[in-house]
Structures are given as C-alpha cells and as structure tokens.
C-alpha cells in the first residue's frame, strides 16, 4: 500500500504581537534538521522569501454534519490538499493563526476532514503569550483566553520586561485558564524548538508523556500550596518517569520538562474559563462511560473547550486514554498501567459556563461509571 | 511497483510524483504532477515516451484542454495559468506571484479560458482580455456549461452561474455548505456539486428543483455524467455510485452500483467513456475498472496493490484510458485489440 505516514502539524497561535512571527522566522530559518511547509495569515509579516510559506484567508465553514459546533477551515482543507502534491519537498507543517482566531475551527479540521485526517496529525497547539500585556488583552478578548485554554504547549513570553512577581501572577492565570498545558518561560520565543514541535500532543499514547504527573492531580489543585518560587528549575516532582516506559525514543533527548512548572503556582481561576478534574479510584464501567461522555460531548460540547482524560476500565489491563476538542473526541487503549502506578481515573474538562451545578452534574455523571 | 494487467495492453511509466490531473484534447492525453510537470502522451503511440513540459516551478493544481486544438491549460502553486501547445510549449497567460491557480477551465465552442485563484475567478476571452469575477468565499471549482454559454463556479453556501457574454450579475443557486466540483449534465439542466461533507447537491435550473445525494462513507472528490447523462457516476463509496438522470432525475429514486476492490477500499477518480455509456473508476487501493451502471459486469484493467488513483482520461473515441496515481504511476490502457 502507499505511504500512511502522517504529516505532523503544529498550530501556533497568540495574540497580536505577542511574538509568533519571532518563533516562526526561527522555525523558517534555524537548522533544526526538519523542513516546514508554514502556512501564514499575513504574508507581509514574514521576511522571507520561500514556496514553502503559503498564505490563509482563515475561512470558517460550518460541517453539516448534525454537530452544531462543527466548523471547520475551508482553507486550510484547501491548502494541504495542495501541499500534499509535493509532500516530498517538507516534513512537518506549522499553521498560524490570526490573533484574533478561535483555534477550535483549526483544531477541529484535523479530527474532521477525512482527507486531512488521512493525511497530517495535530502534533500540538502552542500559544505565545505576551507576559507584559496578558492582563489587558485577558480583559478584552474572549480569544486571548481560548488560545490558551486550548494550548498544549504554552509560551510565556516577553519575561524580561516583567518582574518575578508579574511573572508569577501571569503564570497562575494561565494555569488558571489552562491545567494541563506545559508552560515555557522565554524573552524573546527562544525556546528550543523541539521542545515544541513534533511533540505528539494528541497523540493518545503520548499524553502521559506530556504531563507525567496528571494522574496525580498535582496540576491545579488548589489547595496544593508550594511556596517555592519556580524560575526555570525541576522542582524534583519525578517528572522523568513518564518517559521511558512508552517506549518511543526518537533520537531526542527528553530534557524538556525543566521549564515544566507544573505546580509551582497556585493557579487564579477565571470568571468565564473554567477547568474541572474529576478522579476516582473505582474502575469505570466502558458501556456507561461511553454513554455518558457521549452525552455530556453532545449537550455542552459547545462549551466544552478541551477534555482530556486517563481511566481505569473495569476488567481492563490498559490504560484508556481519551480527548475532546469540542464534540469531537477519540479514546483508546493504549498500553498497560506501569506496576507502580495506582490505576486511578482522572477526566479534565476546560470549558465556560461550568458553574457549580454543572459541575456536580460532570462529578456524579463520572461517578455513576463506576462499574 | 508491479500492476497485475487484467485485461487490455498496458503501457506503464514510473514518474515518482503525484498525479493531480489528467485531460484530453484529440488524439493527445495530458496529465499534470506534482513536480509542476505536465506529460503529454500519444493516445495512437501509446508505448511511446511522454513529452515533458516543465509547466509550473511548484506543484501543478489543475488541468483542462485548451481551446486550441491539442493543447492544455494548467494553474499551479507557483501563482501562474499556463497554455500549453500541442508541441509541448508553454506560455504563461496569467501570473500572481505568493497565489495558487487551483481551478482551470477552458470552453473551445465559446473561446474562453477561465481560472481562479482565491476567490476571484478569471474569464480569458480569445483576444485576451480578462473579467474578474469576485465571490464571498474561495472558489470550489469551475464548470462551463456544454453550449458554452455559462460558467459555474462553487463556493461556500451555494454556486454563481455567470453568462460569458454579458456582465450581468450571477444567478445564485444557495445551499448552505462548502461546494467544490461542479458538473453540467450534458443537456445543461442539472447543475451537481460535490460537497465538503460526505455528500452531493444538485439544481435541476427549469424549475429550481433541488437535490440531495448522500449516504457515502468518504467524501465525493469526484463526479461525472455519463455522455448522454442518463447517469451520474460518483467517488466516495465502496463501489461506483451511480445516479439515474434519464426522465424525471434521480428524485426519489435509488442509485445503481457496480464494482468493487479490495475489502474497504473506496473509489477515488471516475472518468465516463465518451463512445458508450460506460464509466472508468479508479479506487484507493490502486485499482482500476470499468464498467456500465446496472450491469454487474465489470472489466479489471489493473490489479489492487498500487497507490490510490487520482486521476484518468479517456481519449475521444474512447478506446484508451489514461491512468495517474498518488505515487506517479501512470499506466496507459489500450482497449483497441
């Protein structure tokens, strides 16, 4: 049969001038052994001159598919259709989006799209966010916010024109708005770039990768106080256990999770993004489970930004790992629970309008898996 | 790669790179890669090598045959709509550096080229002069109508039926969703997209008639009406999906099949026989048949075990069959001994 590699695309948003086109001309033009089809919103902002950067009109379409939220990029359809008649010439793909896009359009296309989907796999969404000017653009646009709920990969950039208690401050209300995503500290988006490229964020088998600790519930606890300050440092969490039972090396060395703060902040919630995590220690039944997240996915998929999710099915030896963009979501086996691991189910929702009583609806809802 | 040959001499050439289009115009077959090449063969040589015309610096996007005898129009990524002669000349008629020509047409009879790029479609007339027509969203795909008098261009929402010969505003057929190709049935009164979902839609334009074909498990890439267009035959499906146009349309009615390759393995490209009312499908699994819509009878012309097809051309008198695929196996298929 043909070639069923898959072409690895990553989606860099951020806010006006927040520095993706900074991080794109480094991606353009460093030797990092790969080469990038980009595709750009604005033509002008690039300086530089390859057949490999293509221009996007950012085309929202609506799939009449029964799914309300369903939207898709038309263009970006169109444009890796295109791309792909010469995928000989690039490895991997990077997207930009406006400042003001809603990444889910984006996101969605890839789990949409049977031609796309056949073809490319999102490896992660990335945000830059601009540290200096989070708050006021966190005040006045609903998109700042999703960008980073949506992210994998955050970059909080700009750290040297704040001091270490702004910093902090910025970094508890992104990981207020986002638990899960893996936050760098970078001046001006110097960050190594496979730190952030070929990541394989949603690649099921590799989400554990990504957040070792998740199972854990460390992330966002709110009652999780660590009093350490957290520039830069491994804050001894055993963040590298994660890697070596997956059995994935790609030739990299795994040294990515030092910038990894994961619970070095106490987190500041937002008034309209919310996260909820729900654990229990009691395998799930897969029929009930099945039902209900389908359930939840077709009544607040709307609202429902990102899930993602580990869980321990009854009579399972596996670990089923589950994620939702929306409506749209995939779940799998996809491994066995490491020895030492206690077999615990954890279910993350980012979403609006998760109040309380919503809340304890997704709690008991969980709940009444148990098998 | 080997192709068991089934049936028919087959003239095969490996190209390495991706074969986006295929067309004919007389005795000639064209087909247009990935490499921003387009091989010109010789339907009455079929053994003999192809002309090679280095057409576009990027990837070519489309092609169609020219309004010139023996010649091709193409568009690719590099920003440029080009001619090509019978001799294997290219000239560049249009050209907008950072834009890609996806869509190509060109109507002998009415003497006019047309493309689009982005949202605009361009109508070239003989004496070159250029109509830019604007739309909302990006063009899906072009069409112009059997007599050569309208020219059909899908967007999102719905398609814009331009008159070549006037300025007139467009008529608009709506209907929400994204269109891409469009076919004319050849008696001009059916209009069809193929949709961005898993799906057709169509306009009977005497009555404003619409309707709905779906139930397909892939996306319908590719359609085309068979040459009196008593059928309309479709990709998307485990087997060749063929609508009946013949009386009143396929309103109400089932669809007739045939065909099939390896378990799963849907068809990617359909090309209709102009001599007999037969229809050329290519599948995903590098298959090609042919076969008639109603008739569970089918000719294999290659075996499974090659990339998916993506595009074919028959020559005139519809007894050669040009095949590319995604890895840039062409194979030509003489149906003639």
Same mark, same amino acid.
């Given at each position: ?9 990553? @989606? ?25 089809? @980009? ?20 085309? @929202? ?7 309300? *939220? ?17 995928? +000989? ?33 999102? +490896? ?5 966010? %601009? #540290?200096?000017?989070? %708050?006021?653009?966190?005040? %006045? ?20 024109? @704040? ?39 949603? %690649? ?8 070792? *600790? ?14 350490? $300050? ?32 994961? $619970? ?23 029929? /009930? ?34 994620? #939702? ?15 030492? +691991? ?14 309380? /009583? ?10 009444? *898996?148990?098998? | ?10 003239? &095969? ?14 005795? !000639? ?33 489309? !092609? ?10 193409? =568009? ?21 550096? =950072?834009?890609?020509?996806?869509h190509?047409t ?33 063009v899906g795909g072009l069409a112009v109508n ?5 020219l059909a261009v899908t967007h999102?929402?719905g398609v814009s039926l ?11 057929l ?5 269109h891409l190709q469009p076919a004319w ?5 059916y209009v069809i997209t193929a949709m961005?979902?898993?799906?057709l839609h169509g306009w ?19 359609i ?7 059928? !309309? ?26 065909? &099939? ?20 499908? =290519? ?5 090609? !048949?042919? =076969?008639?819509?109603? &008739? ?42």
């Open positions: 049969m043909a070639d069923v590699h898959q072409i690895p695309v990553t @989606v860099l948003t951020g806010y006006l001038g927040a520095g993706k086109t900074t991080l794109l001309n480094r991606v353009l033009t460093e030797n990092h052994g790969k080469k990038y089809a @980009v595709i750009v919103n604005e033509f002008g902002e690039i300086g530089i001159d390859n057949d490999l950067v293509v221009g996007a009109d950012e085309e @929202v379409f609506e799939m009449n598919n029964g799914c309300i *939220c369903c939207t898709v990029r038309g263009d970006l359809i169109r444009i890796i259709a295109g791309l792909l008649k010469r995928r +000989d010439k690039f490895d991997a793909i990077l997207v930009e989006t406006t400042g003001l896009a809603d990444p889910a359009p984006v996101a969605q296309t890839f789990f949409t799209d049977e031609d796309v989907r056949k073809k490319t796999k999102l +490896d992660s969404i990335v945000t830059v966010v %601009d #540290a200096l000017h989070i %708050d006021q653009r966190l005040a %006045d646009s609903a998109e700042a916010k999703e960008q980073i709920a949506f992210a994998d990969i955050v970059l909080l950039n700009k750290t040297d024109l @704040v001091d270490r208690e702004t910093l902090k401050n910025v970094e508890a209300r992104v990981r207020g708005l986002n638990p899960f995503a893996t936050i760098y500290h970078t001046a001006r988006a110097d960050v190594d770039l496979d730190k952030i490229l070929d990541r394989g964020s949603f %690649d099921l088998a590799r989400i554990l990768e990504h957040d070792p *600790c998740f199972l854990h519930g460390h992330a966002f606890d709110p009652t999780h106080n660590h009093s350490h $300050d957290h520039d830069h440092h491994d804050h001894g969490h055993g963040h590298d256990h994660g890697h070596d039972h997956h059995g994935h090396d790609h030739g990299r060395d795994h040294h990515g999770h030092d910038h990894h703060n994961h $619970d070095a902040v106490n987190p500041v919630h937002d008034a309209e993004i919310r996260s909820i995590s729900l654990t229990t220690d009691t395998p799930l039944n897969e029929q /009930k489970f099945d039902t209900w997240i389908g359930e939840v996915l077709r009544t607040k998929g709307q609202d429902l930004l990102r899930a993602k999710g580990i869980l321990n099915m009854s009579g399972k030896g596996e670990r089923f790992v589950f994620q #939702a963009v929306h409506m749209v979501s995939e779940g799998n086996y996809t491994g066995p629970w490491p020895a030492k +691991d206690k077999r615990r189910s954890r279910l993350v929702f980012i979403g609006r309008k998760i109040d309380p /009583k919503v809340e304890a609806e997704l709690k008991a809802g969980f709940e009444a *898996c148990a098998a | 790669m080997a192709h068991k040959k089934i049936q028919g001499n087959l003239a &095969s050439w490996e190209l390495g790179a991706y074969a986006v289009a295929a067309a004919e115009n007389g005795r !000639l077959l064209a087909m247009a890669f990935g490499d921003g090449t387009v091989r010109l063969f010789d339907s009455e040589t079929p053994d003999a090598a192809p002309v090679v015309v280095n057409a576009h610096k990027g990837a070519c996007l489309a !092609l169609a045959a020219d309004i010139d005898k023996g010649g091709f129009v193409s =568009g690719g990524d590099d920003g440029k709509f080009v001619k090509i002669a019978a001799m294997g000349s290219a000239e560049t008629l249009w050209e907008s550096k =950072g834009k890609w020509v996806e190509v060109a109507h002998a009879g009415a003497g006019v080229r047309a493309f689009a790029v982005g949202k605009v479609a361009t109508i070239l007339n003989k004496k070159g002069e250029q109509r830019e027509l604007a739309h909302a969203s990006t059997p007599k050569g008098k309208r999102y929402n331009w008159w070549l010969a006037s300025t007139a505003a467009p008529s608009i709506e209907w929400r969703g994204s049935s050849p008696d001009g009164d961005q979902e898993n799906a009977r334009l005497s009555d404003g008639e619409h309707m709905r074909m779906t139930g397909y498990p892939g996306k319908v890439r590719n085309a009406f068979t040459r009196k267009g008593h059928f !309309l035959a479709t990709t998307g499906s485990d087997s060749v999906i063929c609508w009946p146009f013949s009386g009143s349309g396929p309103m109400g009615k089932a669809p007739s099949e045939f065909g &099939s390759a390896s378990e799963g393995a849907l068809v990617s490209t359909v090309a209709a026989n102009p001599k007999l009312d037969i229809i050329a499908a =290519g599948f995903e699994d590098g298959s090609v !048949l042919v =076969g008639q819509p109603g &008739s569970a009878n089918t000719i294999g012309i290659i075996d499974a075990g090659g990339s998916p097809v993506t595009c074919m051309a028959w020559n005139p008198d519809g007894d050669r069959l040009l095949v590319g695929t995604e890895a840039g196996a062409v194979h030509l298929a003489d149906f003639r001994g």
